[in-house]
């Protein structure tokens, strides 16, 4: 998907909600587990309760490779049955030597057609650009994660005028491909390291995940993360999939996901 398909979807839907598809066998109502595929029986009925209101699905692969072949089946029929037009993201988190990436680029973009893979930027250029050699794919690079944990390594000054990790890696890293093809990870939980990432790169795209379950803040990270094309793709996963664990699930996911998508419109009446 181009970026301006991805503005497109952002203004027809006034929403830049991206729901997280990290489905847990173990907290998925209990009649469904009768059902012959019961991750993708679950994932079929979220996406038919939200996709009015999302425009991108981030299924974490943690969640399907736990199971196995059937697990890698089952995150394969939930991409097939997400509408086209929506934006998907393998929350993957891979990166390896160069000729390694290469395989992990082609089994996410090749084997599966995401539009986008997370990718770890600890091994450097060459383990991240065979994943920039694809067509209107997209690479998602960590930078500030939301977990407390993200401040052990990502917060150290680099450099005498006070770099920080996460922003060299974001300096670095922009010059390897361009705001076409390449968007940040940043926690919905530092809102305030958005400012300082809006000045290296005030175009890109910025992946933020940590609201709902996690308590980030949707208001803090508009207002310092938004720039004039909206240039955000706000996750919950949580806080959206497992608001009910009753047979009314998918609605009350539905609604929460309703719920979201109205502040969203909201805040973009304002740009
Ligand atoms: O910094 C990061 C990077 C990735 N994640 C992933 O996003 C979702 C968040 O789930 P919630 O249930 O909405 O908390 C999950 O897949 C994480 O692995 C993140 O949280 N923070």
Redesign the pocket.
Same mark, same amino acid.
């Given at each position: 998907m181009t970026r301006q398909q991805l503005f497109e979807q952002i203004k027809e839907k006034e929403s830049f909600l991206c729901v997280?598809l990290?489905t847990d066998i173990k907290k998925i109502p209990k009649h469904l587990l009768d059902a012959e595929d019961p991750i993708f029986e679950f994932n079929k009925k979220i996406i038919d309760a939200t996709k009015e209101y999302a425009v991108a699905y981030?299924p974490?692969t %943690?969640?399907y490779e736990a199971h196995g072949a059937k697990g890698w089946e089952s995150l394969q029929k939930t991409l097939e049955y997400i509408p086209k037009d929506i934006f998907t993201i393998a929350?993957a988190?891979r990166a390896d030597i160069g000729n390694t990436s290469s395989m992990y680029a082609r089994a996410f973009f090749e084997n599966m057609d995401f539009d986008s893979v997370?990718v770890a930027p600890y091994m450097g250029s060459d383990s991240v650009k065979p994943f920039l050699e694809f067509d209107r794919k997209w690479v998602i690079l960590?930078a500030?994660?939301?977990?407390p944990g993200?401040l052990d390594f990502q917060d150290v000054i680099v450099s005498s005028d006070g770099e920080k990790l996460y922003e060299r890696v974001i300096r670095k890293s922009a010059e390897w491909g361009n705001a076409n093809n390449i968007m940040y !990870? !940043? #926690?919905a939980t530092r809102p305030e390291a958005l400012i300082g990432i809006r000045r290296l790169v005030p175009e890109h795209f910025l992946?933020i995940? #940590? !609201? #709902? %379950?996690?308590g980030g803040d949707l208001k803090a990270v508009c207002k310092y993360g938004m720039n004039k094309h909206c240039g955000l793709l706000v996750?919950?996963?949580? #806080?959206?999939i497992y608001s009910d664990s009753t047979e009314k699930f998918a609605e009350a996911a539905g609604k929460e996901a309703h719920k979201i998508q109205v502040e969203m419109a909201e805040i973009l009446q304002r740009l």
């Open positions: 997280g990290d981030k974490n %943690a969640f929350d988190k997370t960590l500030a994660t939301s977990n993200g !990870v !940043v #926690g992946l995940p #940590g !609201v #709902g %379950a996690q996750n919950s996963s949580r #806080g959206i």
